[in-house]
């Protein structure tokens, strides 16, 4: 089992990024999946999920700024931010869901926004 984030990185406020997740081919077809953030000091929090069918799910604090998308072909989910604030410094980690909870994790890729 296996997920890997990449698109992480330093960004001014207003910026936009590009978080990708390959995943196992084995444990990503029709899976639900998800992206988490969590800071230093906090729980880890939910941003945004998407069904095996593509149903969608935002956090009210991101909704209208990040999109969760997934390429069923390239075993591969997206979360594409826009507007990014500095609020939105976290790592994101990319979750395999079972029933609506996470049961596979990624390692996380850390997203500063900054000036």
């Known amino acids: 089992v296996q997920l890997v984030e990449s698109g992480g990185g330093l960004v001014q406020p207003g910026g936009s990024l590009r978080l990708s997740c390959v995943v196992s081919?084995?444990?990503?077809?029709?899976?639900?999946m998800a992206w988490y953030r969590q800071v230093p000091g906090s729980q880890r929090e939910l941003v945004a999920s998407?069904?095996?069918?593509?149903?969608?799910n935002y956090a009210a604090s991101v909704k209208g700024r990040f999109f969760i998308s997934r390429d069923n072909a390239k075993n591969t989910v997206y979360l594409q931010m826009n507007s990014l604030k500095p609020g939105d410094t976290a790592v994101y980690y990319c979750?395999?869901?079972?029933?609506?909870?996470?049961?596979?994790w990624g390692q996380g890729t850390q997203v500063t926004v900054s000036s």
């Open positions: 979750a395999a869901l079972t029933w609506g909870a996470p049961r596979y």
């Open positions: 081919r084995t444990i990503f077809s029709s899976r639900d």
């Open positions: 998407i069904s095996g069918g593509g149903s969608t």
